[in-house]
């Protein structure tokens, strides 16, 4: 049995029963048998139902926004706001899928050769709580109109969400099996991945999880993508515009509560104007409203679970211990946790460390971009950078330095379907979204053909 609980009031809100290894074997079947048909659908058909799937989500942002709200803490507004985000996705697929696998003309001394891609089959997904819609519409949009087919395993304090996701597709005309949500715990995993008529595996998750599923993966060789944690730092440099800079930052820490795997955990500020800086930054932070999720003027909400919140004070205790000192929050009621910043850190305490995903943000102070671009890379993840400054082109010559999957300048390191997405180092490998997404499960076939 699933339960599933809302974090802010403590209350159950429903409880699920899960599918018996006979049910999830009937699924895995009908996901096969409707991949064999929708892969010989047209682009055309594929894409009506995606751009009716887009309409869908923006008709029912305020429901689904809602329910995220409930299973998971998020602010009401930024709830909806996922939900919209995932409208956009189902769009940009529905027009540019045709476009991104079209056949490749190669030329070789055959009279003809060329580069098609074709879908791999039935996909699954293995999809966190923290962005309970987003996070699946990214494998889901790009995924369908690949003409694959695929099977979720969602995040059990979500379990509304993900039943609420299939649905969706359901009545924007997808045909049954195209996608299906699997209601299971994570001992299932395994036993389904291992099932031949799963192809392969995609996973937004822990470190550990990423581990599990993708050594599943090696010994059956099958293709796993992995988007896990962030440890991202935020550069201010000198020259940096600070008032835009601060904002830039609240925003890159806190929204979704900072649970989030590519937040900036680590606000990295050249000597020159850390004073300055901190002083607003910290004077923004203390601003911040928190409070009920449903409230439409929350931005801090509560963390998904209050074992989270735990986690991440004893992270921070351990480094109190070591030194460090909080600037402002460092309290914990419950799976409330207020925004948090931590100066005088050091490269080896935890909160500098290991990932910290909730709303703590730590402090550390360099002297030129070298030792910026160190700090930043003195990490086991590698998701992105985001770099502040007001010397856009020197700053490109640096680019090369920073081992993360994305360099921001002057903005939030974030996901954006025209771009790819996924990280380097423990962070992951593969990647979502963009042209690059859509072709991780595909099989890119060549074709010679001589007369």
């Avoid at 030129?368 to 993840?381: M, P, Y």
């Avoid at 010559?397 to 996924?422: H, Q, T």
């Amino acid at each position: 049995m699933i339960t599933t609980i809302n974090p802010y009031t403590g209350k159950e809100l429903a409880r699920y029963e899960e599918l018996s290894q006979n049910e999830i074997k009937e699924r895995l079947k009908l996901g096969n048998e409707t991949f064999l048909k929708w892969r010989k659908s047209s682009f055309e058909l594929r894409s009506s139902h995606m751009y009716r799937l887009s309409e869908l989500l923006k008709e029912r942002k305020e429901e689904y926004g809602k329910v995220i709200s409930e299973e998971m803490g998020k602010p009401i507004t930024q709830a909806a706001a996922e939900v919209e985000k995932c409208a956009w996705v189902c769009e940009y697929y529905a027009e540019h899928a045709v476009s991104f696998l079209q056949d490749e003309a190669i030329k070789t001394d055959a009279n003809h050769s060329y580069i098609r891609f074709d879908p791999l089959g039935l996909i699954l997904a293995v999809m966190p709580w923290n962005y309970p819609f987003w996070q699946v519409f990214r494998f889901v949009a790009p995924a369908l109109m690949a003409g694959n087919t695929g099977v979720l395993k969602h995040a059990s304090s979500v379990m509304h969400s993900a039943n609420l996701i299939e649905e969706v597709i359901l009545d924007a005309g997808f045909p049954v099996g195209c996608f299906q949500n699997l209601v299971i715990g994570s001992d299932k995993v395994e036993s389904i991945l291992r099932n031949p008529l799963v192809k392969a595996v995609t996973l937004t998750g822990s470190e550990g999880a990423g581990k599990a599923v993708s050594s599943t993966a090696a010994s059956e060789i099958k293709k796993s993508v992995l988007e896990l944690g962030g440890s991202n730092a935020f550069i201010v440099l000198d020259d940096a515009d600070i008032d835009t800079s601060v904002a830039l930052a609240v925003n890159a820490r806190y929204q979704n509560t900072g649970q989030s795997c590519i937040a900036a955990k680590r606000l990295l500020l050249q000597e020159g104007i850390a004073t300055k800086f901190l002083k607003k930054f910290i004077k923004a932070v203390e601003h911040l409203k928190v409070g009920d999720p449903a409230d439409k003027e929350t931005y801090i909400g509560v963390l998904a679970r209050e074992d989270l919140a735990k986690t991440m004070e004893e992270q921070l205790q351990r480094s109190i211990e070591m030194g460090a000192e909080i600037l402002t929050g460092g309290k914990r009621d419950g799976a409330f946790f207020a925004p948090t910043v931590v100066d005088n850190v050091t490269v080896d305490m935890p909160v500098f460390r290991e990932e910290t995903f909730g709303p703590l943000l730590t402090v550390n102070r360099f002297k030129d971009i070298q030792e910026a671009i160190d700090l930043s890379n003195d990490s086991a993840f590698g998701l992105g950078v985001t770099i502040c400054t007001g010397n856009i082109s020197t700053i490109e010559n640096y680019v090369s330095d920073f081992n993360e999957g994305a360099v921001f300048i002057n903005d939030l390191v974030k996901s954006d379907p025209r771009l790819p997405f996924g990280g380097v180092k423990r962070s992951g490998f593969g990647r979502e979204l963009s042209q690059l997404g859509i072709r991780e499960f595909v099989n890119a076939k060549t074709v010679y053909i001589k007369r």
